[in-house]
């Protein structure tokens, strides 16, 4: 059956979450919310080879914590200062 949809698959460690950084992270005040925006981040930029970054024409625009935030919008602005501060 062919919908014309691409599906991408991300690859975790079996011990991705014991792993010590989600430990370190979990550790922390909102650590959850952390290790949850660390994976919507990496679905983000699935289709970047890992940039969280956007292209218009030859301009390649970075994410900053407010495109971040509009795009998660789960997070509070501070929680998503934190985070990249903490990845």
């Known amino acids: 059956m062919a919908t014309g949809k691409k599906f991408y698959w991300i690859k975790l460690k079996k011990d991705f979450m014991t792993s010590d950084t989600v ?16 994976q919507m981040l990496c679905l983000m930029c699935i289709n970047t080879s890992g940039e969280l970054a956007r292209q218009i024409g ?19 602005r501070d929680t998503v200062t934190i985070a990249l501060g903490l990845f």
Do not use: T
């Not at 430990?23 to 660390?38: E, R, S, T, W």
């Open 23 to 38: 430990d370190f992270l979990m550790g922390q005040k909102n650590g959850a919310q952390y290790v949850v925006l660390y």
């Open 58 to 76: 030859e301009v390649i625009i970075p994410f900053d914590v407010d495109k971040i935030q509009r795009d998660c919008k789960y997070f509070s």
